[in-house]
């Protein structure tokens, strides 16, 4: 069920745009949402193994199964030691999909929609809208029939998205050039001004409007969209590449040139700190199992409704504890890397605090403790 969630906001943030366009046909379709699965999992499996073992373990203490097992000399631990087991392997499967197949699925994916979005850049102009999906550019289109365009406005933006040059045209086309994997903007009538590049802001810099009866735009679709071999985001790396961005940061730290030395430590940490983060996403299927098993006892309930919420509470608060932390990626003296682990110590010390006093709980008469 969280798993299905989490897949259907993926499918509208990442792919309603391309199923809007009929740009993804049923395999494709299907092959996108295989790729964005293992991703999803890290979070959806910690969460459904903690809302299952809240649903039986309150169940069963809620109809004094837990008691009459208890009564035959079955302690708390061995009655949730299949439970841990579980948890075990759950923690051995999100480390595997942490640290290796969850960022291969990640950079496929990626490489696969931007090799769709690159088969027909131009359904995604559309009318009346502000396009800024290409970079260093904003694109706005009053009417669109197909390739031909009309009452067409391109700002060209500087690095700091600042408007360096603006032309507006009454009619234009769209070519794409399939051999340069370049895209071409063909305005037609039209006016374009030039702004200072120093001061692009300062409209007493602007030149004045110039008219042209046809002029061309050519936009690499590599630099738009970035080459297959992007570089690749830190929480998509597997385990060997991230050890390998380590050291190669490690081996940098030493130059002699404050700049180099300063981003080689930058990276050396946010390095450090995705690979924690990775480790303690992994190890928080058990960090939630050691707190499902008493806290569901204790609570004592049969109604799906109230242990479903309780699950969500408990998962909600550890990835706040997570994300508070990421965000102290800047304060490296601190050791935020270190940090990641404080939301599994708390939650695992917790546990074991509730299944001590749950153990050490009232047991019958004549009965020696187990």
């Given amino acids: 069920m969280f798993a299905f969630l989490l897949l259907t906001g993926a499918v509208i943030k990442d792919m309603l745009d391309l199923l809007a366009e009929g740009h993804l046909t049923i395999p494709i379709f299907?092959?996108?949402?295989?790729?964005?699965?293992?991703?999803?999992?890290?979070?959806?499996?910690?969460?459904?193994?903690?809302?299952?073992?809240?649903?039986?373990?309150?169940?069963?203490?809620?109809?004094?199964?837990v008691t009459a097992l208890r009564s035959s000399g079955v302690s708390i631990f061995r009655?949730?030691?299949?439970?841990i087991v579980f948890a075990i392997l759950g923690a051995v499967l999100s480390l595997m999909v942490n640290f290796y197949y969850g960022p291969r699925a990640k950079t496929a994916f990626r490489?696969?929609?931007?090799?769709?979005?690159?088969?027909?850049?131009?359904?995604?102009?559309?009318?009346?809208?502000?396009v800024r999906g290409f970079s260093g550019l904003v694109i706005y289109v009053g009417e669109k029939d197909g390739d031909e365009l009309k009452d067409l406005w391109i700002w060209e933006l500087d690095e700091e998205n600042r408007a360096k040059r603006f032309t507006r045209a009454e009619s234009g086309v769209v070519?794409?050039?399939?051999?340069?994997?370049?895209?071409?903007?063909?305005p037609y009538r039209g006016t374009f001004e030039a702004r200072d590049p120093d001061s692009p802001e300062d409209f007493k810099k602007i030149r004045a409007a110039l008219s042209f009866e046809t002029t061309s735009l050519v936009l690499s679709l590599d630099r738009i969209f970035g080459k297959v071999t992007f570089q690749k985001k830190l929480k998509?790396?597997?385990?060997?590449?991230?050890?390998?961005?380590?050291?190669?940061?490690?081996?940098?730290?030493?130059?002699?040139?404050?700049?180099?030395?300063e981003e080689a430590t930058e990276r050396y940490h946010k390095a450090k700190m995705a690979f924690h983060e990775k480790f303690a996403m992994g190890f928080s299927v058990i960090s939630f199992a050691m707190i499902g098993v008493p806290l569901g006892i204790r609570?004592?309930?049969?109604?799906?409704?109230?242990?479903?919420?309780?699950?969500?509470?408990?998962?909600?608060?550890?990835?706040?504890?997570?994300?508070?932390?990421?965000?102290?990626?800047?304060?490296?003296?601190?050791r935020p890397d270190l940090l990641f682990w404080i939301p599994n110590f708390l939650y695992q010390g917790i546990g074991c605090w509730l299944f001590l006093k749950a153990d050490r709980g009232k047991k019958p008469k004549g009965l020696p403790a187990t």
Wanted: overall charge negative; charged content about 20%; hydrophobic content about 45%.
């Fill in 30 to 65: 299907f092959r996108l949402i295989q790729l964005l699965f293992p991703d999803l999992l890290v979070y959806a499996l910690p969460v459904g193994l903690l809302t299952g073992i809240l649903l039986t373990m309150g169940r069963l203490s809620s109809e004094n199964e």
């Fill in 79 to 83: 009655l949730s030691s299949s439970v």
């Fill in 111 to 130: 490489q696969e929609k931007e090799a769709i979005i690159q088969k027909n850049p131009l359904s995604f102009i559309q009318e009346k809208t502000f």
């Fill in 175 to 186: 070519r794409y050039n399939q051999d340069a994997n370049t895209l071409v903007l063909v």
């Fill in 236 to 261: 998509w790396m597997t385990f060997k590449e991230l050890q390998e961005v380590e050291a190669d940061a490690l081996a940098q730290m030493d130059s002699s040139d404050p700049a180099i030395q």
């Fill in 299 to 334: 609570a004592s309930r049969e109604e799906t409704s109230a242990n479903l919420f309780l699950a969500l509470g408990l998962a909600l608060g550890y990835y706040i504890l997570m994300m508070a932390v990421s965000w102290m990626d800047g304060l490296h003296q601190y």
